[in-house]
């Protein structure tokens, strides 16, 4: 870490200790700008941060600190297309998935922008050919059910994404299998017609256990269903590993490549997301990459202080690694979204899960925080009580549209997202404004308690308040505004990683236990421990192998 990081970083601790009693609705009241001061807009969609503990000279410094950190250098790296993935040698340009500009861009010698443009009208080409029935099934039943064999990023991106375009979805029905717990594949594919059913193997490597088994399992119950002939009208793939593809027996024109420099948890653009445009056809699909590529000339462009990730990785940074928040919680008012947490866990986790610099040597800062969430009003009914009143704040970042796709159909679920606004709002009002003692004791008297139950009960209805939250609103989660969601939080973990001079785009932290997995699985087929097992994983080996 440079000087001038450490120097940012101890005037951050230094504020942030001169003002740990101040309450934010003291900023509020100081201050009737706050909101139009700590809040930014590109088109429709607001980020306010305002609720936050930081103040303009908080700010200030953040800026500072993203400065030093190089951060717009590293951005424009990246875009370039240098190998800013150092451990893998690798360029990071999932940005180019959405760029349909045709300066040409050069990675290793070669441009790649034709490369794009070719997938994904290959993409479009099949797209149409099954949602019309003109790609049919063996039996000529046209294809009514897809069904995408994937994990991790080749599986949560497209899912995320099929379910949030939810009203866009005129294609056949989607579904995603994932696990290797065989109960998936089985649960999901038992209803189906295996002559209108097609699978489609999404593997950025063609090697990953958990695809690979669940791709067999389907292969075998198509091949029971309608002979081996069948395959090749039932299986299409998704892949940068397009020799492990063919052996696998799928017909080259319905493989679907990609390429290295675009990461599993960033592939959803790719033709990872060939499930989404299924579902919603190319032109909303493009769409979709459409609101990425808006947000990509946005981060490209607005200066820092109006720069919608960094001012959300900023304020990341300022809640990890100064107020010491161990885990932040993604809470989307938006029941298309309710996969968006899943998805930002393995966006976050896995880029900014790091504990060594690009140089190899330890952090000197924590890195990513623990991420997690669920779709709101549910998450109030569940664990907003710690939120509120557990003993560690945890920063809310809140996400809402100003209208639904149904309001307009009736006027009862018109008043539903008015309820869901209200419900939205509240809750971070609640959290920022809290209440006082004397407070919820009046509320108290004035319900018809007495003295003694109302000083007894008060100290239970106590809010402290001050608890962060961010606010990401936007018109409606349309496929561009969805596009324009999933870069922002691209790129904030990109420029959180770069604060903390991490990789963001590699993965060794999953490595350690693919690797016992397979030496382990003869052992449990055997029910035979090896010497090298722990007691305690030899003793549970023995205790679920016994019979
Ligand atoms: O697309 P693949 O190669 O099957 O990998 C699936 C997922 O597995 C991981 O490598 C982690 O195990 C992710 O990074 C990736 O998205």
Same mark, same amino acid.
């Given at each position: ?255 679907? %490549? ?8 960033? &592939?959803?653009?790719? #033709?990872?997301? +060939? @499930? $989404?445009? !299924? /579902? ?10 459409? %609101? ?8 490209? &462009?607005?200066?820092? #202080?109006?720069? +919608? @990730? $960094?001012? !959300? /990785? ?234």
């Amino acid at each position: 870490m440079s000087d001038k990081i450490d120097d940012a970083f101890m005037a951050l601790a230094a504020d942030h200790a001169a003002r740990k009693s101040q309450h934010v609705a003291d900023l509020f009241a100081a201050d009737p700008n706050r909101f139009a001061d700590f809040s930014v807009r590109l088109d429709d969609l607001l980020l306010d941060f305002s609720k936050c503990s930081l103040t303009g000279d908080t700010l200030a410094i953040l800026i500072e600190l993203a400065q030093a950190a190089g951060v717009e250098e590293k951005r424009d790296a990246m875009f370039a297309g240098v190998h800013i993935n150092v451990t893998e040698d690798r360029a990071v340009l999932h940005t180019a998935l959405r760029d349909t500009s045709t300066t040409p861009l050069n990675v290793d010698g070669q441009d790649v922008r034709a490369d794009v443009a070719q997938v994904l009208a290959d993409m479009a080409r099949f797209a149409e050919g099954i949602r019309s029935g003109k790609l049919a099934g063996w039996t000529g039943k046209p294809i009514t059910d897809v069904v995408n064999i994937g994990i991790g990023g080749s599986d949560l991106g497209p899912a995320m994404a099929t379910l949030a375009l939810a009203p866009y979805h005129d294609g056949p029905r989607s579904h995603y299998v994932s696990n290797v717990d065989g109960a998936h594949l089985f649960d999901t594919i038992s209803p189906l017609d295996p002559a209108s059913t097609l699978f489609i193997v999404a593997s950025k490597t063609f090697t990953t256990q958990e695809t690979m088994s669940n791709a067999a399992s389907a292969r075998a119950w198509l091949v029971e269903a309608l002979g081996e002939p069948a395959v090749g009208h039932h299986f299409a793939a998704v892949s940068t590993a397009l020799d492990k593809v063919a052996a696998f027996g799928i017909a080259p024109d319905r493989v679907f %490549g990609f390429w290295d420099w675009v990461g599993g948890r960033y &592939s959803v653009w790719s #033709a990872i997301g +060939l @499930p $989404v445009m !299924l /579902a919603v056809g190319p032109a909303n699909f493009r769409r979709f990459l459409d %609101g990425g590529h808006a947000m990509d000339e946005h981060f490209r &462009s607005a200066p820092l #202080a109006q720069n +919608l @990730p $960094v001012l !959300l /990785a900023l304020v990341g940074v300022w809640h990890r690694d100064v107020c010491g928040y161990a885990t932040r919680a993604v809470i989307p008012y938006d029941q298309h979204l309710s996969r968006l947490p899943a998805y930002f866990q393995q966006l976050d986790m896995e880029s900014n899960g790091k504990r060594v610099t690009l140089e190899g040597k330890p952090v000197a800062y924590d890195t990513g925080p623990v991420m997690w969430g669920e779709p709101g009003t549910n998450g109030q009914h569940a664990f907003f009580q710690l939120i509120h009143q557990g003993t560690s704040p945890i920063p809310v970042e809140f996400l809402i549209a100003a209208h639904g796709h149904n309001e307009d159909k009736d006027p009862l679920l018109k008043r539903q997202h008015a309820m869901l606004i209200a419900n939205c709002l509240a809750q971070s009002e609640a959290l920022m404004r809290g209440r006082t003692e004397a407070e919820a004791k009046a509320q108290l008297l004035a319900a018809g308690r007495d003295e003694d139950t109302a000083d007894r009960i008060a100290p239970h209805r106590v809010f402290p308040g001050s608890r962060p939250s961010v606010t990401l609103a936007y018109d409606k989660l349309d496929p561009f505004a969805l596009g324009r969601i999933i870069a922002l939080y691209e790129h904030r973990v990109f420029v959180e990683g770069a604060i903390w001079g991490i990789n963001s785009f590699d993965q060794w932290g999953v490595e350690l236990g693919k690797e016992l997995a397979s030496t382990l699985l003869p052992a449990v087929e055997s029910g035979t421990a090896p010497d090298s097992l722990s007691g305690s994983s030899a003793g549970l080996l023995q205790h679920l192998t016994a019979k």
